[in-house]
């Protein structure tokens, strides 16, 4: 497998982003970016050659190229991607992925990341940025192929459709569809694999998001209880008691659980 390393550990820096448009003149592209690393998320089938090695390109596959890293790209009709061309850090742990992956159910969070950041780019560059860091921390947590020793791929994914929904409504039967199993198979698998049910898995992450957002952010509770996806908030204190031992407002003041009275939060 073609790999590259990368560090993650402090913002790129962003030259371009946006969506290329590529084999309307022609069904061959061969180009290198001498400083930039490239950022793709295709929309297209075709092939792409690095270093002797050809990769191919389905809809839905993302790519991380290094900087002075000449490619050859064969079309097979126009062929759309959003891109982002940037400098990364060179400090930091350094990260091993694979060249060109499925982005899988990945795929529609990087969209809105990198169309975020495309809109953002001409005004608030920043902002640009950050949708782009972002989006290279989902590109490497992507799950490679599974192998001997890996967590079963349907509960990888799972995982990962909860992480990327918390702020929303969570059901077994949903998650199940993403996974690409039945809702029972999930059930039995999961439960395998981590020990855990679903329900149970769903309400750890969402408090474990809660305690950082009550603890790290200024954000109303309010707006963190729907944040993770508990609109109501006499559940979200509920919630908050039973798995950190604290109300929202004792959490956020960084009391201890002994010290808590039984007020409840407003």
């Not at 975020?116 to 590109?139: C, H, K, S």
Request: proline share 8%; charged share 15%.
């Amino acid at each position: 497998m073609h790999t590259v390393t990368v560090r993650l550990d402090a913002a790129p820096r962003v030259a371009s982003v946006g969506l290329g448009v590529h084999g309307t003149t022609g069904l061959h592209d061969v180009f290198l970016l001498p400083d930039l690393w490239q950022l793709h998320l295709y929309r297209y089938s075709a092939e792409l050659t690095v270093a002797g090695t050809t990769h191919p390109i389905r809809p839905g596959y993302v790519s991380l190229i290094p900087p002075g890293t000449q490619v050859h790209y064969h079309y097979r009709g126009r062929s759309e991607h959003l891109y982002a061309h940037l400098r990364l850090s060179k400090t930091g742990e350094p990260r091993t992925l694979p060249l060109m992956q499925d982005a899988g159910t990945a795929v529609p969070m990087l969209s809105s990341l990198l169309l975020q950041a495309i809109a953002a780019m001409p005004n608030a560059p920043a902002r640009a940025t950050a949708e782009v860091w972002a989006a290279l921390w989902r590109v490497a947590e992507l799950s490679p192929p599974s192998a001997p020793g890996d967590g079963h791929p349907a509960v990888v994914t799972a995982i990962a459709y909860i992480e990327a929904h918390l702020a929303g409504p969570l059901t077994v039967p949903a998650i199940a569809r993403a996974a690409g199993i039945s809702h029972n198979h999930l059930t039995r698998l999961f439960h395998a694999e981590t020990g855990d049910t679903v329900v149970t898995h769903i309400r750890r992450r969402r408090l474990a998001r809660a305690r950082h957002l009550l603890c790290e952010s200024t954000l109303s509770i309010p707006a963190i209880a729907a944040a993770v996806g508990i609109n109501d908030l006499q559940a979200f204190n509920k919630a908050c008691h039973r798995e950190l031992g604290a109300s929202p407002r004792a959490v956020r003041a960084g009391t201890p659980p002994s010290l808590v009275n039984s007020t409840a939060a407003r």
